[in-house]
């Protein structure tokens, strides 16, 4: 079964500093995709970052990087340089077979 | 608007209720999605239409759930006899189609969700 862990129920970090939000995932299949989004207390999901199965040089968009360690099936999301507006529920997610399967979430306090 | 619209917002019924709710797609997508997101939860798929055909409806946790999409545009999620455990925000997505070429992911957008009262 497919399946997406993430088992940081809560992180802290300052402001400015960078921060590593966990995911490991379990599939059978061999394409696939793993994302991450950010959902604010207002509760719209917001899209941050992509990475493929089949990519071979991790992800970045910004202030966020893929960590792909797909021996590991890990997919681990980094924020550099954190921010205020950072402070949110963070969800990890795979797609396969025209579905989006997600983790419980990871929420993140970024402190002056 | 050019995104994904849910109405109503927020929809607070008693236990034994029949709910509708809405999604309005965003134009030109023929993919749509519906997820539950429970208190505390990541949002859990439950069923997707690929234009007016639910493609796959493995997600719906009973026979009490079921949703429509007759035009290819607009689609409506029902619940029958409501319970207090299908209390939850209920969220719609689209995307351009559900896959690309050799299955490849395409964006599903989301939409500001349904926060589901019953009491």
């Known amino acids: 079964a497919q399946k997406i862990t993430q088992t940081q129920p809560g992180m802290f970090v300052q402001e400015k500093e960078a921060v590593t939000l966990d995911c490991t995932y379990d599939t059978s299949d061999q394409s696939y995709g793993l994302f991450w989004y950010k959902q604010p207390s207002s509760g719209e999901m917001i899209f941050l970052i992509y990475?493929?199965?089949?990519?071979?040089q991790n992800a970045t968009e910004g202030r966020y990087s893929l960590n792909f360690q797909k021996a590991r099936k890990s997919a681990n999301l980094v924020i550099s340089a954190s921010q205020l507006g950072d402070s949110a529920m963070y969800f990890c997610a795979m797609w396969s077979t025209d579905k989006l399967i997600f983790g419980t979430g990871t929420r993140l306090q970024v402190f002056p | 608007g050019a995104g994904v619209s849910q109405t109503p917002s927020n929809k607070v019924t008693e236990k034994g209720k029949y709910v509708e709710l809405r999604c309005d797609p965003i134009?030109?997508?023929?993919?749509l999605y519906w997820y539950r997101q429970s208190l505390g939860q990541g949002p859990e798929f439950l069923i997707y239409f690929q234009g007016t055909g639910a493609a796959d409806d493995s997600g719906l946790p009973n026979d009490r759930f079921f949703a429509v999409r007759p035009e290819g545009s607009v689609s409506t999620l029902k619940i029958q006899r409501t319970e207090r455990g299908d209390s939850a925000v209920y969220l719609c997505?689209?995307?351009?189609?559900?896959?690309?070429?050799?299955?490849?992911?395409?964006?599903?957008?989301f939409g500001p969700g349904t926060r589901l009262t019953v009491l």
């Open positions: 134009s030109g997508h023929t993919a």
């Open positions: 997505a689209s995307s351009l189609v559900a896959s690309g070429p050799l299955g490849a992911y395409n964006e599903q957008f």
């Open positions: 990475q493929g199965s089949y990519d071979e």
